[in-house]
Antibody, heavy 115, light 110 residues
């Protein structure tokens, strides 16, 4: 059974950056794109980006273009999501997910942006 | 404002059949498969339906999905108290080259 394990909660000041990690196990890492989805408190789900783990190619939602960078390390089956120039409204839980019939989601990483 | 449109809330009594709707456009629901997710408070979303009407292993058959044109529906055939949750539809959007979600439907079991 596969799983995605994310890094722990973070607190950052406005303008700072944060990197959230997602380590995959139990399935072939190259077989599925990895997506990032976030959820602000009391709000709905919002897709942010994906990466093709094999090629390393990425695509970002227009809303996050220029602020988000997704990379991967194929030696450790880990995907990284860096969000820069943080704003208060980036406070949310961030999930990595395969967004496929293989219903693998990370446990979520809470990011709080506060001065 | 979500790309896919869902009714914000719904309710039903145990044993009742309820339906949750999701409306999109030709670039998403009309041209790509729809997935449905259930989310309990404090938990990650759980896949209920993929490819419009397929259930992952372990999802009860009282959950079913359908699609017609640019609209999709999730039906819960026999409502149970544990079905009280938030439900989201999702589809790939060809114009945005990414996933789009509905705003969610909060289902209350009375």
């Amino acid at each position: 059974q596969g799983q995605l394990v994310q890094s722990g909660a973070e607190v950052r000041k406005p303008g700072a950056s944060v990197t959230v990690t997602c380590q995959a196990s139990g399935y072939i890492f190259f077989s599925y794109y990895m997506h990032w989805v976030r959820q602000a408190p009391g709000q709905g789900l919002e897709w942010m980006a994906y990466i093709d783990p094999r090629a390393g190619t990425t695509n970002y939602a227009q809303k996050f273009q220029g602020r988000v960078t997704v990379t991967r390390d194929t030696s450790t089956d880990t995907v990284y999501m860096k969000l820069s120039s943080l704003r208060y409204d980036d406070t949310a839980t961030y999930y990595c997910s395969l967004m496929s019939s293989r219903d693998y989601w990370g446990q979520g990483t809470l990011l709080i942006v506060s001065s | 404002q979500s790309v896919l449109t869902q009714t914000p809330s719904g309710s039903g009594t145990p044993g009742q059949r309820v339906t949750i709707s999701c409306s999109g456009s030709s670039s998403n629901v009309g041209n790509n498969y729809v997935s449905w997710y259930q989310q309990l408070p404090g938990a990650a979303p759980k896949l209920l339906i993929f490819r419009d009407n397929e259930r992952p292993s372990g999802v009860p058959d009282r959950f079913s999905g359908s699609k017609s044109g640019t609209s999709a529906s999730l039906a819960i055939g026999v409502l149970r108290s544990e079905d009280e949750a938030e439900y989201y539809c999702a589809a790939w959007d060809d114009s945005l080259d990414g996933w789009v979600f509905g705003g969610g439907t909060k289902l209350t079991v009375l």
